[in-house]
């Protein structure tokens, strides 16, 4: 499960900032507002001030609900078209798109398709990377509904349509996907646990997963902890031996093991391995009362 932190440890960003709008001065926007102004690569600390922000957690692969929470938050049109209707809003999403459900690579290709146009109205998605997210990257399919398996095979047969242009099949599989998939039930295609097609669906998700993958490569492009004006997003829970180890530092190492493909770097400990790292952090969901006195002042050494 995801969760917001609020943290008040410093936090500040580098010095080089870069702006999500083409202009070319830190000028108001129509109504008022400054632009969205983005620090580090991955992104990590966001300038949005005044800006309306939504978080929205974990979506595990069921598109239909995700495009109901999105259409709660008032950022997704209701008509079917996966239009941005958020305007100047900054949207969040705090990780585990990935497992228990069928529709991963589309919820990711309709996130970057709404930060596409966000952008162009003074807005922004960004999302932060979950520990199944890592969990993938890593090769542990253990939690990966079949579904999910037979659409791993179908995005790359339709990435290969597209002759291996990424942006073009990735940012328009939400729309492909369900065209096949309503094609299949025509057809009754395959059964949930075909015995034939699923080896190969694990191939296709180990393609796209693993580091230095396609997919990989573009959960890279987030972060695992994001700083939007004064509130830190991250999925699990930030502690204070994370913000001293520095969380650029960190998203940046995340990132550079996902891109890579050649064994190296090592898996990030600090931010995806062990109970107390950035995404398997439960600590702030936990109940006092079964808190060890060590766990207590991590917890009370965050607000202080």
């Known amino acids: 499960m995801a969760f917001l932190s609020l943290n008040s440890l410093p936090l ?17 926007l ?21 800006h309306r922000i939504i978080a929205v957690g974990d979506l595990h ?14 950022v997704l049109s209701t008509d079917g078209r996966d239009l941005w209707t958020g305007e100047e809003t900054v949207l969040i999403q705090l990780g585990d798109i990935l497992d ?3 529709d991963e690579i589309a919820i990711l290709s309709l996130l970057r398709s709404l930060d596409i146009q966000a952008k162009a109205k003074g807005g922004a998605v960004f999302q932060v990377n979950g520990n199944h997210e890592t969990m993938n990257v890593e090769g542990d399919f253990r939690y990966v509904d079949s579904g999910a398996f037979d659409e791993c095979l179908d995005f790359l047969e339709y990435l290969n349509d597209c002759e291996h242009d990424w942006e073009e099949a990735f940012i328009s599989w939400v729309g492909v996907s369900e065209r096949l998939k309503g094609q299949k039930m025509s057809q009754n295609h395959w059964g ?5 097609k699923r080896p190969q669906g694990v191939i296709a998700r180990s393609t796209l997963l693993r580091p230095g993958g396609p997919l990989a490569r573009e959960l890279a492009r987030h972060a695992v902890v994001l700083k939007v004006d004064d509130w830190v997003f991250c999925h699990g829970g930030l502690l204070p031996h994370h913000v001293a180890y520095g969380i650029e530092r ?6 550079n093991w996902m891109r890579s493909g050649d064994g190296s770097p090592q898996i990030p400990f600090k931010a995806t391995r062990g109970y107390d790292s950035v995404v398997w952090n439960r600590l702030y969901s936990r109940d006092i009362s079964d808190l060890d006195g060590h766990q207590i002042n991590q917890a009370n050494s965050s607000y202080s």
Request: with cysteine.
């Open 12 to 28: 500040q960003p580098p010095s080089q900032p870069r702006k999500l709008t083409e202009t070319s001065s830190f000028s108001p």
């Open 30 to 50: 129509s109504n008022g507002l400054k632009p969205i102004v983005v620090y580090g690569n991955p992104p990590t600390f966001v300038s949005a001030p005044g």
């Open 61 to 74: 692969g069921d598109l239909s609900k995700a495009r109901c929470a999105l259409e709660m938050a008032g």
């Open 100 to 102: 228990r459900g069928r």
């Open 192 to 196: 949930p646990w075909n015995l034939v």
């Open 250 to 255: 960190m998203n940046r190492e995340v990132s």
